[in-house]
């Protein structure tokens, strides 16, 4: 072992043992957001074995502001959040192995990595509760803890969900919020990032320890500018009738039902469209397609990016497509068909 | 009455009587909140049944899902 990891050493609940399991780990983190560069960066000067990271969008400028692992250089080249966090996160500890997956963590991307790599842990930094029930379902499934996280404004929350130990989401919620609940337009501040990365960091170096007994047992939201803190056991809640963790479970949100085609975005003004089948576009020709309807299009090795007057179409390989500028699913598709077929 | 909210001492108005109202008041009714009343979480449907008495420590966490 070297120096690196010497004071994480030093720490008596992690000790020289405790290193050891963490480098022995693999972590899943949906979302390379705020939360999610935040995760990603701790859990890799931890020095975990391996990192997958799923993201489906792009940098952009208003960003960079809180999500620590971006550069104007990729906000520039509008390079997919995932690629450009593992080329930050690769110069910054290359001992971890770090999976980059561009693309939507919808139920069957997840139950995949789930069923065939065995992950220790997923770590929840979404912005939107319909992924939350899938990684909450996949979790329960295959016996992975994830540990919820979210803010907006100074407000922020999370908790740990472990199968076998504590009940899960769906126990909690009992209903799927609905967009308005959750879409926010309040804004950010980095700090309530910070302390929910590190509420869930905690949380994650003691499942990856294996200091169960550590854990911290509550769902805990705080508010940093009205300097308020409220926590809330939740052993009580475990329903045996939860169609996620209860005694029959169906896990609802893994149905065919559920995978969704479309999904409008929070807070961005932006509708996704999964197209039904895998399309495989060269997207240097792509552009030269649009270019010559007389479209402004920019292309990078990862998607198209085509101007169309109030609203931009954002197209990657796989068919998946962006369209900002709308959140009327109607008009989005119609959009895709239009230039896509 | 008063209570004791998220660690706080806060005297609400005699109108609040139950969970309900309290989430009312502080206009947390169309969010998804938890509550717990003296260390245990009320379900959704005791809402309206939950008396408050005087003293009573309340904890109310409200789910968001920014990221």
């Known amino acids: 072992m070297n120096e690196r990891y010497s004071r994480q050493q030093l720490f008596a609940p992690i000790g020289e043992e405790g290193q050891k399991k963490i480098r022995g780990k693999h972590v899943v983190l949906i979302g390379a957001g705020a939360l999610g560069t935040g995760n990603a960066e701790a859990l890799v000067r931890a020095g975990i074995g391996k990192l997958t990271i799923i993201d489906r969008d792009y940098v952009e400028w208003s960003n960079l502001q809180r999500q620590q692992l971006y550069s104007e250089a990729d906000a520039k080249e509008r390079l997919p959040k995932a690629i450009a966090a593992k080329r930050r996160l690769e110069q910054v500890n290359g001992e971890v192995e770090i999976e980059a997956i561009v693309g939507d963590a919808g139920p069957e991307e997840l139950e995949t990595i789930a069923a065939m790599q065995r992950p220790d842990l997923l770590i929840d930094a979404t912005d939107n509760f319909d992924a939350r029930f899938i990684i909450n379902d996949v979790a329960y499934k295959y016996h992975i803890p994830w540990i919820y996280g979210a803010c907006v404004g100074s407000y922020g929350i999370s908790c740990a969900f472990i199968p076998g130990r504590t009940p899960c989401l769906y126990c909690l919620l009992e209903t799927v919020p609905q967009g308005g609940l959750t879409c926010d337009t309040a804004g950010i501040i980095s700090p309530a990032v910070q302390m929910v990365v590190s509420y869930q960091m905690a949380e994650a170096l003691k499942i990856l320890v294996e200091d169960w007994s550590a854990l911290r047992g509550k769902l805990v939201s705080f508010d940093l500018w009205t300097n308020e803190y409220a926590a809330v056991r939740i052993d009580g809640v475990k329903k045996d009738g939860c169609p996620t963790c209860g005694r029959h479970p169906s896990y609802p949100f893994l149905s065919y039902e559920q995978r969704t085609k479309t999904a409008v975005l929070c807070g961005r003004d932006s509708v996704q469209i999964r197209p039904s089948a895998r399309r495989q576009y060269d997207l240097n020709e792509l552009a030269e397609l649009f270019r010559r309807q007389g479209l402004q299009a920019e292309a990078n090795p990862y998607l198209v990016s085509v101007s169309l007057g109030d609203k931009r179409l954002v197209v990657f390989r796989d068919g998946r497509a962006l369209v900002h500028g709308t959140k009327d699913v109607q008009e989005a598709k119609a959009i895709y068909y239009r230039y896509l077929g | ?67």
């Open chain 2, 1 to 67: 009455m008063t209570l004791v909210i998220n660690g706080e001492t806060v005297t609400v108005p005699d109108e609040v009587k139950t969970v309900s109202d309290l989430l009312a008041y502080f206009r947390l009714d169309n969010k998804l909140a938890i509550v717990e009343v003296n260390v245990r979480i009320i379900q959704k449907h005791e809402y309206g049944t939950t008396a408050l008495c005087d003293g009573d420590r309340v904890e109310i966490v409200h789910f968001v899902g920014g990221g």
